[in-house]
């Protein structure tokens, strides 16, 4: 399998892969996150675990559980960690630990190697029996909300390296290595890989979108931080101009118990248009994400908020232009005016989006340059060797006394 990228990537960078990962033969790696399935996290997991059990090391994926009331505390440190501010449900700290203990006595943590993948389960750490902990932050936590942040930091500050998506999430309060590791996407996945274009039309088709007219798309899940009445708004000021379709593709994910709120929120905003179409599809409909991508005149991430925003680079693969939100890990992804053009308001977005609806030469520079940015800089290839490197790294240093 992992022959396959060589033509993508070229046979000497495939080679420095296999000679990094010989010199953890004989470790045994596990990674933990929250949710088996939706979001960014899972799915390269999902192709991360077996490309490294590939390379001939023992690596296993464990998701921890947890009730509602558990993953609604953890929501909201998600998203006051990334906001600043923050409203905690009553006794937060209390049934985050209780979890915590619950999962640390039923989950077999002896491996040598661990990444602990967000806040989630980062208090699994209290449970260490050996082995080289590495927390894996996938979100924006440079600015948190101080109370969440010095609660958890106590946690964080116990494991043996940190990765974060961007420099700009650094912290100055923690003392251990911090790696930076920007997540990537599959190009060989059902999602990423070519398809027909007799394929996208028929999926655009089977959800009522006209493959033959201007369509705005945004997949990402129905959170605030994806701001999707941002969306919306931007949407009706390009229609006071021309003719275009929005297309919003969400799915749901176990962790995240506040989805349906913000679908809902985003279904009264989008009214009675016909040419909204706000979708909510199951995880892994990854052929359909595809077509939505490809069968898209502009894609947009509007967020307010992100970690990363795997679906950016989805798209600008798939040589899509891409009006981001400038925050977090996008501004990584789209340069202005070189793969896409970043934004922060419902106006501006709406301005660019016109400019390349009106441009079509435009929107395939951006297209191809895209591409070419994300082949050198967001393949999972990429990813898989810069954890192999802080494997071996954090494996190598000396564990304090």
């Not at 209290?126 to 979100?139: L, M, Q, V």
């Not at 959170?223 to 929005?246: C, E, F, M, N, S």
């Not at 435009?362 to 340059?369: A, C, D, P, Q, T």
């Amino acid at each position: 399998m992992i022959e396959k990228y060589a033509e993508i990537i070229g046979e000497d960078e495939l080679d420095s892969i296999v000679k990094i990962a010989e010199k953890l033969k004989g470790v045994s790696v596990l990674h933990v996150n929250s949710t088996p399935s939706g979001g960014g996290v899972a799915e390269i997991l999902s192709k991360l675990v077996p490309l490294m059990r590939e390379l001939g090391i023992e690596t296993d994926w464990k998701v921890i559980r947890g009730d509602k009331d558990f993953f609604t505390v953890t929501k909201s440190f998600h998203n006051s960690l990334q906001n600043g501010f923050g409203e905690l449900p009553k006794g937060a700290f209390e049934i985050y630990n209780k979890w915590q203990e619950i999962n640390g006595n039923e989950l077999d943590l002896d491996y040598d190697i661990i990444f602990i993948h967000d806040p989630q389960p980062a208090g699994l750490i209290k449970f260490r029996k050996k082995g080289k902990w590495i927390w894996r932050c996938h979100i924006d936590i440079s600015n948190p909300y101080e109370p969440v942040w010095n609660f958890l930091k106590q946690y964080v500050q116990q494991y043996d390296s940190i990765i974060i998506s961007s420099p700009v999430f650094g912290r100055d309060d923690l003392i251990k290595p911090q790696y930076i590791v920007p997540p990537s996407i599959d190009p060989l996945s059902i999602k990423n890989r070519p398809i027909p274009e007799i394929t996208v039309r028929r999926i655009l088709y089977k959800f009522d979108v006209d493959p033959d007219r201007p369509i705005i798309t945004q997949v990402s899940r129905f959170d605030r931080a994806k701001d999707p009445l941002g969306v919306i708004k931007t949407y009706k000021l390009v229609k006071r101009h021309t003719d275009v379709q929005l297309v919003y593709v969400g799915s749901p994910a176990s962790d995240d118990p506040e989805g349906e709120i913000v679908y809902n929120e985003t279904v009264q905003a989008a009214g009675s248009d016909k040419d909204i179409k706000l979708l909510m599809l199951p995880p892994n409909s990854d052929l359909e994400i595809n077509a939505f991508q490809r069968g898209a005149t502009i894609v947009m991430q509007k967020s307010i908020k992100e970690g990363f925003g795997l679906t950016v680079s989805e798209a600008l693969w798939k040589e899509k232009p891409v009006i981001g939100g400038n925050t977090g890990g996008i501004p990584l992804q789209v340069i202005n005016n070189v793969t896409g053009y970043l934004v922060t308001t419902p106006e501006e977005a709406a301005h660019y989006t016109l400019y390349l609806l009106r441009n079509t030469n435009i929107r395939e520079r951006l297209g191809k340059n895209g591409k070419e940015h994300v082949r050198k800089n967001f393949l999972i290839t990429r990813e898989l060797r810069d954890y192999l490197m802080v494997a071996s790294l954090t494996g190598s240093q000396q564990t304090p006394t």
